[in-house]
């Protein structure tokens, strides 16, 4: 475990190295909320590698979110049967 953390932190350590000065030339409020979201989902699931918890990925994610609404739309497309 103690790998991990060290590998995640020398790869997110260089990455806000690389985009600091970047960010700060940037006016875009629009993109720095952009990065904000992705870096919080590759800290997700850095998290997730470091003490391998096993959260839910994408596809459950996805899969949580919208099979309700998919089976709500699928039943109010069939048409029934004579």
Same mark, same amino acid.
């Given at each position: 475990?103690?790998?991990?953390? *060290?590998?995640?932190?020398?790869?997110?350590?260089?990455?806000?190295?690389?985009?600091?000065?970047?960010?700060?030339?940037?006016?875009?409020?629009a993109?720095?909320? =952009?990065?904000?979201?992705?870096?919080?989902?590759?800290?997700?699931?850095? *998290?997730?590698?470091?003490?391998?918890?096993?959260?839910?990925?994408?596809?459950?994610? =996805?899969?949580?979110?919208?099979?309700?609404?998919?089976?709500? *739309?699928?039943?109010?497309?069939?048409?029934?049967?004579?």
């Amino acid at each position: 475990m103690l790998e991990r953390i *060290i590998v995640l932190l020398v790869a997110y350590g260089s990455i806000f190295l690389y985009d600091r000065s970047q960010l700060k030339s940037v006016s875009n409020k629009a993109e720095k909320a =952009v990065y904000v979201v992705l870096m919080l989902a590759s800290l997700y699931f850095a *998290i997730d590698y470091v003490l391998a918890l096993k959260f839910p990925g994408l596809y459950e994610s =996805v899969d949580f979110a919208f099979t309700g609404l998919a089976k709500l *739309i699928d039943k109010m497309l069939t048409v029934p049967k004579k």
